[in-house]
T-cell receptor, first 110, second 113 residues
Framework: QKEVEQNSGPLSVPEGAIASLNCTYS??????FFWYRQYSGKSPELIMS????GDKEDGRFTAQLNKASQYVSLLIRDSQPSDSATYLC??????????FGQGTTLQVKP | DVKVTQSSRYLVKRTGEKVFLECVQD?????MFWYRQDPGLGLRLIYF???????EKGDIPEGYSVSREKKERFSLILESASTNQTSMYLC????????????FGEGSRLTVL
C-alpha cells in the first residue's frame, strides 16, 4: 500500500461543474496535507494546504480533511479549462518528509 | 519571487557514466530536496538536506548521492548511471520548520542509454 494514494484518472468534468479529487493516506502521524497542481511539462505548484479537520476554502478551491478516515479531498467549483492539470496530494510526515501521491489528471471540457 | 534553478533541462548519458545534477535557490532556504517523477509513481523523495553539509536519505536513495557545500546549492550525483534512472528529476527548496510548501525548479529530464 502506498503511503499516499490517489486515483490517477483521468477525471473528466464539463466546464462549470464541480471537480472532486480524492486522496487517502496511511501514516496517522502525518498532520499536514497539501494539494499541488502540475500543468503538463511544468513543475508542481502549491495551491492549498490544510492542517485540521474540516473544510478550508480559497476562492473556487475547497480542501477537506478527515483524519479519522485518513482522507483528504479537493473540490474545484465552476471548473474551467485552465484547471486541466495533474493534481498531487501530499502528506507531511512528522520527520519533515513530504510524501506525494501519484497524482490525478483532471480534464475540464469546454 | 523564489527561484529554484536546475542546471540542465535535458541530459542524455550512457550507462556507467557519472552524472551531476545541480540545483541553486536564491531565497536563503535551509531545506532542499531532490525528487524523481515517473508516470504512475508520482514524486518520490531521493534525498533532502536541512543545512549545509547535512543530508538525509529519502525513500529511494539507492544509486544516488548528494552534496551540499553551500546553502544555496544542492547537487544530486549518480555515480554510475543505469537505464532505470531515466526519469524527470525535480529539485525543491522550502523555508525551515518542516513546511510542506515546496518551491520547485523546472526539472531535469535525464535519459540513460
Amino acid at each position: 500500500q502506498k503511503e499516499v494514494e490517489q486515483n490517477s484518472g483521468p477525471l473528466s468534468v464539463p466546464e462549470g461543474a464541480i471537480a472532486s479529487l480524492n486522496c487517502t493516506y496511511s501514516d496517522r502521524g502525518s498532520q499536514s496535507f497539501f494539494w499541488y497542481r502540475q500543468y503538463s511539462g511544468k513543475s508542481p505548484e502549491l495551491i492549498m494546504s490544510i492542517y485540521s479537520n474540516g473544510d478550508k476554502e480559497d476562492g473556487r478551491f475547497t480542501a477537506q480533511l478527515n483524519k479519522a478516515s485518513q482522507y483528504v479531498s479537493l473540490l474545484i467549483r465552476d471548473s474551467q479549462p485552465s484547471d486541466s492539470a495533474t493534481y498531487l496530494c501530499a502528506a507531511l510526515r512528522n520527520t519533515g518528509k513530504l510524501i506525494f501521491g501519484q497524482g490525478t489528471t483532471l480534464q475540464v471540457k469546454p | 519571487d523564489v527561484k529554484v534553478t536546475q542546471s540542465s533541462r535535458y541530459l542524455v548519458k550512457r550507462t556507467g557514466e557519472k552524472v551531476f545534477l545541480e540545483c541553486v535557490q536564491d531565497m536563503d532556504h535551509e531545506n532542499m530536496f531532490w525528487y524523481r517523477q515517473d508516470p504512475g509513481l508520482g514524486l518520490r523523495l531521493i534525498y533532502f538536506s536541512y543545512d549545509v553539509k547535512m543530508k538525509e536519505k529519502g525513500d529511494i536513495p539507492e544509486g544516488y548521492s548528494v552534496s551540499r557545500e553551500k546553502k544555496e546549492r544542492f547537487s544530486l550525483i549518480l555515480e554510475s548511471a543505469s537505464t532505470n534512472q531515466t526519469s524527470m528529476y525535480l529539485c525543491a527548496s522550502s523555508y525551515p520548520g518542516g513546511s510542506g510548501e515546496l518551491f520547485f525548479g523546472e526539472g531535469s529530464r535525464l535519459t540513460v542509454l
